[in-house]
């Protein structure tokens, strides 16, 4: 069993359509992360969610942290290939460790 | 910008072989960690260390031990390496404990056979 859950695990959609994942847990967390990983290589940091209720924008994406700081979502508008990658989630737990989601695999196609 | 590297990208050994998967960051962070990456079940920490010489076990660290003799350099070692840690091997760091940013280094695909 993972602290987060991650959904969904895959997702092929169109150039321009809208998404969203969800991390979702039962536990509180100090902070959450998303991240956006390539084939071979290793995670890089797209944002830090710290307060709860907060949103925050990067171009299109929409990133939202649970006002209980126990949930998270990222929302992408105008999907382009570009996005294609995998997106991952990590909470920080007691200011200590960090704990994955098992990760949402998006491919837009052109 | 933070650097995190890691000694091989690719890496093929024998079951019952030592290995060793080194990792080194530029910015002088006390936090080092490693993790396996495996299909559906995302990052799991294997052992982390918050300074020199320290170490504490991940989630996952039966196989495995670390070494940290330098501030800059985080160790993993698979002691006797089996077909069950063929996995993605990936090292982040941290400026501090509790920092809520890692940086991770591109990883190492490990086989074994």
């Known amino acids: 069993t993972q602290l987060l859950e991650q959904s969904p695990q895959f997702l092929s959609i169109q150039e321009g359509e809208n998404l969203t994942v969800y991390c979702n847990s039962s536990?509180?967390?100090?902070?959450l992360q998303w991240y956006r990983q390539e084939p071979g290589e290793g995670p890089v940091l797209l944002v830090t969610v710290v307060t709860g209720g907060e949103v925050k924008k990067l171009k299109r994406l929409t990133f939202q942290f649970g006002d209980a700081r126990k949930d998270s979502s990222l929302h992408i508008t105008a999907a382009q290939p570009g996005d294609t990658g995998l997106y991952l989630c990590?909470?920080?737990?007691?200011?200590?460790?960090?704990?994955f989601g098992s990760g949402t695999k998006l491919n837009v196609k052109p | 910008d933070v650097k995190v590297t890691q000694s091989s990208r690719y890496l093929v050994k024998r079951t019952g072989e030592k290995v060793f998967l080194e990792c080194v960051q530029d910015m002088d962070h006390e936090n080092m960690f490693w993790y396996r990456q495996d299909p559906g079940l995302g990052l799991r920490l294997i052992y982390f260390?918050?300074?020199?010489?320290?170490?504490e076990k991940g989630d996952i660290p039966e196989g495995y031990s670390v070494s940290r003799e330098k501030k800059e350099r985080f160790s993993l070692i698979l002691e006797s390496a089996s077909t069950n840690q063929t996995s993605m091997y990936l090292c982040a760091s941290s400026p501090y404990r509790g920092a809520d940013t890692q940086y991770f280094g591109p990883g190492t695909r490990l086989t074994v056979l």
């Open positions: 536990s509180v967390f100090s902070s």
């Open positions: 260390s918050y300074d020199v010489k320290m170490k």
């Open positions: 990590a909470g920080l737990y007691n200011f200590n460790k960090f704990y």
